[in-house]
């Protein structure tokens, strides 16, 4: 069951099944202009709920760019944007590249922090709090570390607020910091040597051939975008040793390219690159022993 709300030439259905507590957000026709304000508020009211939201853009025929750079605004606090076609998904990479020229309200915003404005400090908390703790919540697995880090982020971000040099968007700095402040915990968290994953890699037999593994039809990450199987993928990263996680996290889901992820996390890029060829492949054992049919001999991993 669900309600409907037409707006002009987009229709925005909140769909809600027996079968799942996730809110799920459809949105049909095209989306422009003011359409995208009504887009981002009916949204944001479904972001509050525990559940993190999906929104469902398969039936969407046209966005423009006010619409995209809502929409690339909701993923950014935690939304699951799905089934875009690929015109909308190119308009939606064209917004996520126009973030990185900062507007005039934030320069003004930045200016006001370095006074040390106490209503400019409360403004950022307000606005960027949270995707940031979107952001904290899929590197930890702890509500409670997640909250600490974006904690531990902000005081950062503050105390350092006289070097941002405002060449980037003030939530891409944020972005990064928060990410730092959530491997921090994840170092301070190991305390003893990490479970190997030899056995989810791939073993060959004679002829070069996978021996005891078939090669799924989907990857990981297009699986990712299916509702149906996106907890089971979430589940799976959770199961990797945190240095593999990370590592997948921050290249796959974070999409900091090779050279920032070895950046983040103190690593050579050539170790960031073998360490993510080895995670994705462990990944995808995982999810071939949790979605193969229970006839498969899947015995012990459900």
Not at 22 to 39: F, T, Y
Not at 109 to 133: C, I
Request: aromatic share 4%.
């Amino acid at each position: 069951m669900g309600v409907a709300l037409s707006l002009g030439m987009m229709r925005i259905s909140i769909v809600s099944t027996e079968e799942s507590s996730k809110p799920s957000l459809r949105i049909e026709g095209r989306i422009v202009g003011d359409e995208a304000a009504e887009l981002v508020s009916a949204s944001v009211a479904r972001l509050n709920a525990s559940a993190p939201l999906t929104l469902d853009l398969s039936g969407v025929n046209f966005i423009d760019a006010v619409a995209a750079r809502a929409v690339h605004a909701l993923a950014r606090d935690g939304a699951i944007v799905v089934g875009c076609s690929t015109f909308v998904d190119e308009i939606l990479r064209a917004a996520a590249t126009s973030e990185a020229a900062p507007t005039s309200d934030e320069r003004s915003l930045v200016t006001a922090l370095r006074r040390g404005d106490e209503v400019a400090f409360e403004s950022v908390v307000r606005l960027y709090g949270g995707r940031m703790l979107a952001v904290a919540r899929r590197m930890l697995r702890s509500e409670d570390d997640a909250r600490d880090a974006v904690q531990e982020a902000f005081i950062s971000a503050f105390k350092a607020i006289a070097d941002f040099q405002g060449d980037a968007r003030l939530s891409t700095w944020l972005h990064r910091i928060v990410v730092n402040a959530a491997l921090m915990r994840l170092r301070r968290q190991r305390r003893k040597p990490e479970e190997s994953i030899d056995d989810l890699l791939p073993h060959f037999d004679e002829s070069g051939s996978w021996a005891d593994v078939e090669q799924p039809c989907r990857t990981p990450f297009e699986l990712l975008e299916q509702s149906e199987t996106r907890a089971v993928v979430r589940e799976c990263i959770d199961r990797l040793p945190d240095s593999y996680r990370s590592v997948l996290l921050l290249r796959e889901i974070e999409e900091l390219d090779t050279d920032e992820t070895a950046a983040a996390l103190g690593m050579s890029v050539p170790a960031v690159k073998t360490r993510l060829h080895r995670a994705r492949q462990a990944l995808r054992t995982l999810l071939l022993q949790r979605l193969a049919p229970a006839s498969g001999g899947t015995e012990g991993h459900g």
